[in-house]
């Protein structure tokens, strides 16, 4: 019903930047917040940022170098990634609260396959 897709993920030098993008496609009337998570080899699935209505949030960890931000035209969320360090390597994850427009409306939890952010030298 709906699909999530991200790109922008790559290889990355220290100090580098990155942005990635994530499109929401299908039966969607509204979505109600969106954001990115990661998994880096061999640690749990952890907030990276979020995107409200009116409100974003960061985890301690990107604060300050990683910016979110949306695009409700298009139902697109956006993470730019500055300043980037090999510990923010990992799987990243688009994930939407979305209200899907069928009858009667409900509220689902989407998630992307995910696009993988490698930062080495």
């Known amino acids: 019903q709906v699909q999530l897709v991200e790109s922008g993920g790559g290889l990355v030098q220290p100090g580098g930047s990155l942005r990635l993008s994530c499109a929401a496609s299908?039966?969607?009337?509204?979505?109600?917040?969106m954001g990115w998570y990661r998994q880096a080899p061999g640690k749990e699935r952890e907030l990276v940022a979020y995107?409200?209505?009116?409100?974003?949030m960061y985890a301690d960890s990107v604060k300050g170098r990683f910016i979110i931000s949306r695009d409700n035209a298009k139902n697109t969320v956006y993470l730019q990634m500055n300043s980037l360090k090999p510990d923010d390597t990992a799987v990243y994850y688009c994930n939407a609260q979305v209200v899907v427009d069928t009858v009667p409306r409900r509220s689902l939890e989407v998630w992307g396959q995910g696009t993988l952010v490698t930062v080495s030298s």
């Open positions: 995107i409200a209505t009116s409100s974003t």
């Open positions: 299908g039966s969607i009337f509204v979505i109600n917040a």
